[in-house]
């Protein structure tokens, strides 16, 4: 991550430019803040990030002071509606208010304040998880040619990884004198990453090793054991955190799933305890409150997470991305949902000019009445905005998720490439021969096309085997958004410049060596997507599921309760009336419109959904956005359907009960 782009200095420089009256220098320069330790200015000096402490308090005090102002107007508008409503407003409602108020504002400027300390875990973990593609790149250059500096280069030229920024300043170190050679410049960057990884740090020695031996075959052996000590090292880092994973899915199943959903079905029963619910304390705790300590716990989850094959990313010229129109696909997404949303809307704020509109509808309008009794107006909000969401994200990344399955099935077709092309060219082949021959071979795969390019530049152009793949007018290559196919044809073409029987030997090697790096990360993955699938499967289905016939039960019990009210003998049971009479009064229609409660607890499923897909791609890919964005965007829609027809299914099913009563 680039920290001159990184949003952090943008907000730090937002804060300078309008907000640097909330920290006067004066009082800068008097005393240091309690909150900056030892400890806090080293995350703050190695996180790179470039800011002063006095930078950081700052752009807390600004968010502390946006986030009050923000919530004071929430203050306001929920006031206004209460005074509007000329209903009186209850003091659970106040204190809700009132410790939102005082409360987020702090929160959030400690996040603000933290985020230095959370940015370099963050940056030491991936990097740890960054380990085989350097390793990867190191060992495959050697193979080809034993030379220890120049296999360091090649890793820290052709990595885009956070831990080749380490490497590069290592480079640029011993260049400057600081380090005396390869030798003393790769073992202090081993021992400065053996205190976080101590499977590094034995692969970079053994590596550092290999050239000091004069048998080939035992040189061979030693980058191989490298290589393998590095990729162990990994899988057992992600099969530690796939173990370490079960108790915070329990804790995510629980408190964001079962307990939440539970309570809405025990609500109408909050008379008992004397409890007046009402809308709006029910949209602060499920809407605002418990989503956010999903947020924060998810987050703190998936900061632990070990990066390990990190995707290619896709350049904007690339030729499926040139029709790609964000404001015209934005503009269709926000007409289509608010054309869907308006009728929930109008029912939310007008209930009665939709009545009116569809009775003059006629014979339609009995039926649209029949159908607000089971599905109210309001999930067409929920609808207008699960569609808006979905056709956005789905034109957007659908091409650049099109783009990386076609990547990643060239990646996994490229070794067997690789072992056929070794082979010929080991038979005496030329190169253009050995292309053409291996894209006969794969004829009909992806991976095919590249070779075919590459042997037409060869024969029809008569140029070089690097110009043939990597000139950037006509390369094979131009389209082709592959790290590890990129590196290993550059290590090819290294072979080709030693001679063409070492090149052949050594790209076989290659061939074997990408399949164990292929294996090691379909071992990662099957670790993780056990825990993944099961959590995609709550979020898009059973939790829309359980949502709608919890919203039927609701509506059921406060039937049930109205009913018993109006029917009991005022001359029976004086105890009885006054329990069922307090629990009716705390969960009335009046109180808590379904149409409103439909569309908060509506709120809290999308909300959900984002959450639980958001941790499940985390972990299955990490940081991943168009991955995470294409997913959303097909399992929004299915989970908003699922609530509909589970609400629509249970109020069926239970009205059977209600009319019986």
Not at 387 to 401: C, D, G, N
Request: hydrophobic letters at 45%; proline letters at 4%.
């Amino acid at each position: 991550m680039n920290a001159k782009t990184h949003w952090f200095l943008k907000a730090i420089s937002f804060s300078q430019t309008y907000f640097s009256f909330l920290h006067e220098k004066e009082n800068k320069q008097k005393k240091s803040h309690p909150f900056f330790t030892d400890e806090y200015m080293n995350s703050l000096r190695f996180s790179g990030l470039n800011v002063t402490k006095d930078d950081v308090l700052l752009l807390a005090y600004t968010v502390a002071m946006f986030s009050f102002l923000l919530l004071i107007c929430f203050d306001i508008l929920v006031l206004g509606i209460y005074y509007f409503s000329s209903v009186p407003i209850d003091i659970t409602t106040i204190i809700l208010l009132l410790f939102s108020t005082i409360i987020l504002p702090f929160v959030f400027m400690n996040l603000a304040a933290t985020y230095p300390k959370v940015y370099l875990q963050y940056k030491k973990i991936h990097s740890l998880g960054d380990i085989p593609e350097i390793l990867s790149y190191m060992v495959m250059y050697l193979k080809m040619v034993p030379n220890l500096e120049n296999s360091v280069k090649f890793a820290a030229i052709e990595s885009k990884s956070t831990l080749a920024d380490d490497l590069r300043k290592m480079l640029w170190d011993m260049e400057i004198r600081v380090y005396h050679g390869i030798h003393d410049g790769l073992t202090y960057f081993a021992d400065q990453w053996g205190q976080w990884s101590d499977h590094f740090k034995r692969s970079l020695h053994l590596i550092r090793s290999s050239i000091d031996e004069s048998d080939e075959s035992q040189r061979m052996i030693t980058l191989n054991k490298a290589l393998d000590v590095g990729l162990e090292g990994t899988r057992d880092v992600m099969h530690e955190y796939a173990e370490r994973l079960h108790q915070p899915t329990l804790v995510i199943y629980s408190i964001g799933i079962m307990i939440p959903l539970a309570i809405i079905a025990m609500l109408p029963t909050a008379g008992l305890i004397g409890l007046q619910i009402t809308i709006f304390q029910v949209f602060i705790f499920y809407d605002i409150i418990l989503p956010l300590v999903l947020f924060f716990y998810i987050r703190r989850i998936l900061l632990l997470r070990p990066a390990t094959f990190t995707p290619s990313k896709i350049p904007t010229n690339h030729p499926d991305l040139l029709n790609i129109n964000r404001k015209k696909y934005a503009m269709i997404a926000i007409f289509l949902g608010g054309l869907i949303s308006v009728p929930g809307i109008i029912s939310i704020l007008s209930p009665a000019i939709l009545s009116s509109l569809l009775r003059k509808t006629g014979f339609i309008s009995v039926h649209i009445i029949q159908l607000q009794q089971i599905i109210p107006p309001s999930m067409l909000i929920l609808w207008g905005f699960s569609i808006a969401v979905s056709y956005y994200l789905f034109t957007t990344y659908h091409p650049i998720k099109k783009i990386r399955d076609a990547t990643k099935q060239m990646e996994n077709e490229f070794s067997d490439s690789l072992y056929i092309m070794g082979k010929r060219i080991s038979e005496d082949k030329s190169p253009e021969e050995s292309f053409n021959y291996t894209a006969t071979m794969m004829k009909g795969s992806p991976i095919s096309e590249i070779f075919s390019h590459t042997a037409y530049n060869l024969s029809a152009m008569r140029t070089t085997v690097y110009q043939a793949m990597f000139n950037k007018e006509y390369g094979s290559l131009n389209h082709i958004y592959s790290d590890r196919i990129h590196s290993i044809l550059r290590l090819f073409v290294e072979g080709i410049k030693k001679s063409q029987r070492s090149a052949s030997i050594s790209i076989i090697k290659l061939a074997d060596h990408l399949k164990d790096l292929q294996l090691v990360e379909k071992k990662i993955r099957e670790s993780l997507s056990q825990l993944t699938s099961t959590l995609q499967a709550t979020a898009t289905m059973f939790a829309p599921m359980i949502a709608g016939v919890t919203l039927a039960i609701t509506k059921l019990i406060s039937t049930i309760i109205e009913t018993m009210v109006t029917t009991i003998d005022t001359s029976s049971l004086y105890t009885q009336t006054t329990i069922v009479t307090g629990i009716a009064n705390a969960f009335s229609i009046e109180n808590i419109n379904p149409n409103y409660f439909v569309l908060v607890i509506g709120i809290y499923v999308v909300e959900l959904v984002v959450l639980l897909i958001r941790f499940t791609n985390g972990i299955d890919k990490g940081d991943d956005t168009a991955e995470f964005y294409h997913t959303l965007s097909k399992a929004l829609p299915l989970s908003i359907l699922i609530l509909t027809v589970s609400l629509g299914i249970s109020q069926i099913f239970l009205s059977n009960i209600t009319m019986n009563i």
